[in-house]
């Protein structure tokens, strides 16, 4: 009996050896980890970079922070209607029914008309645009028309652009959190409802919230973007997506199962190579409920869980506490070995060059060559790849080489026999294993 074991353990070891030898995978997740999340940040209240920031500094997990450009103090542009004076649309709307043809125009004229509390109507209507309901916005627009053409709004408070600089932070301070491994990314100019721009004042939104990062921050901030309210708005994402790469709103991908933050599906179950899982904490979630999303994604492969997180201790909307906020951050730290915590953008980009990646390997007794191929543009697509390398068990010191640079990687084992877990760069140079 313990010879025929032996002699199966024996055959079943060198079967497995010589099918797995010299095959190279790209894992799933960044070091090999069975699944991603990424913390994001709407609106850039103060208590975001003052309580929640130095909690992930402590822990060294990075954040995504969705910024409104326009209320940052020493920037460039700020909101503004751009269009004809708003006198002559005041007048049209003593004729003219705000109607499909007149609507955008109108509405992105609603905030800017020199009046207080003009903007809550393009606020209200806008919510009414995205929810499918345009009859219902027509008639709010009308309302606020009506109401300016009868005199009842006061002169607009010239004191808004410093109550809200003094709320915020600075160019400098942000530059340094993005020196720390933070992710800055627009959340346009002023956080406006975009479905009921006309074209001129929302590519203002999305092409000048652009422009300000890139003076400010570098081409690196320009990739991700969150159109304000969550829009999924057919005719925003359009525009959106020529400007942005990446948007947290909706990220059609074929290889993408899309669970935005309404939706009731077990993200396990998808079938898709990856499923985008967004969950937006409020007040009303209770911390073992945010801790369940974490366990649901370390106990799956395939789950990019997306946080969504607003105001912090008091300031911003659906404040959250800075303690549970800690508490949680320490619960998604403690599982290191299975998630890895990234910002928007890598994990993006992650996914995005394993799915357009291939890989060519060659090997014999000494060595493995491979070849890791990415047919995205450089420099946008910048991130290493981990890849996992069978290797000979027989092998000792596993030495991995691309380009000038060289590293010894310890092996590891599973069912499969021995292997080695490291990163490389796609189209840097051919990597080659070798055990000395
Ligand atoms: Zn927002």
Not at 327 to 352: G, P, Q, S
Request: proline fraction near 4%; charged fraction near 25%; hydrophobic fraction near 35%.
């Amino acid at each position: 009996m313990i010879f025929i074991h032996k002699g199966l353990f024996l055959l079943s070891t060198i079967s497995t050896l010589q099918c797995a030898f010299g095959q190279t995978e790209i894992t799933k997740w960044q070091y090999g980890k069975k699944g991603a999340v990424s913390i994001t940040y709407d609106d850039g209240s103060i208590n975001q970079f003052l309580k929640a920031l130095p909690i992930m500094n402590r822990l060294n997990i990075p954040a995504t922070f969705f910024i409104n450009t326009g209320q940052i103090p020493g920037s460039q542009y700020h909101g503004k209607f751009i269009g004809r004076p708003v006198k002559e649309i005041i007048g049209e709307t003593a004729t003219i029914p705000t109607n499909k043809e007149t609507l955008f125009e109108r509405f992105s004229a609603a905030g800017y008309l020199g009046l207080n509390s003009t903007l809550q109507y393009q606020t209200k209507a806008g919510a009414q645009i995205d929810a499918g309901k345009p009859e219902e916005a027509y008639k709010i627009i009308d309302e606020l028309y009506t109401k300016v053409r009868n005199d009842e709004f006061l002169p607009e408070n010239t004191n808004k652009n410093l109550t809200n600089a003094a709320m915020s932070i600075t160019w400098d301070d942000i530059r340094s959190y993005a020196k720390q491994g933070h992710e800055f990314a627009s959340h346009m100019v002023t956080h406006p409802y975009m479905a009921g721009l006309d074209e001129t004042n929302m590519l203002f939104e999305l092409e000048k919230s652009r422009e300000e990062i890139l003076n400010q921050l570098g081409q690196k901030y320009t990739f991700s973007a969150e159109g304000p309210y969550g829009t999924e708005n057919e005719r925003v994402m359009e525009y959106a997506h020529k400007v942005y790469p990446a948007l947290r709103n909706r990220m059609p991908e074929s290889f993408l199962e899309e669970l935005n933050r309404a939706s009731r599906k077990d993200p396990g179950v998808s079938n898709k190579e990856y499923a985008q899982w967004q969950r937006g904490a409020t007040t009303k979630t209770s911390l073992p409920v945010m801790k369940s999303w974490i366990d649901t994604t370390a106990s799956n492969n395939n789950i990019w869980l997306v946080l969504v997180i607003h105001g912090v201790d008091g300031i911003g909307w659906e404040a959250l506490t800075s303690e549970s906020l800690d508490e949680y951050f320490k619960y998604i730290k403690n599982k290191d070995n299975d998630l890895w915590v990234a910002t928007f953008a890598d994990a993006t980009k992650y996914m995005r060059e394993r799915m357009n990646s291939t890989i060519k390997s060659d090997e014999n007794r000494k060595k493995i060559t491979i070849t890791l191929a990415c047919s995205l543009d450089r420099p946008m697509y910048d991130l290493p790849l981990t890849l996992k390398t069978y290797v000979s068990s027989t092998w000792k010191n596993l030495q991995v080489k691309q380009g000038n640079e060289s590293r010894i990687v310890p092996p590891k084992s599973d069912a499969r026999g021995k292997y080695i877990l490291y990163q490389a760069f796609p189209d840097a140079g051919i990597i080659e294993i070798s055990g000395i």
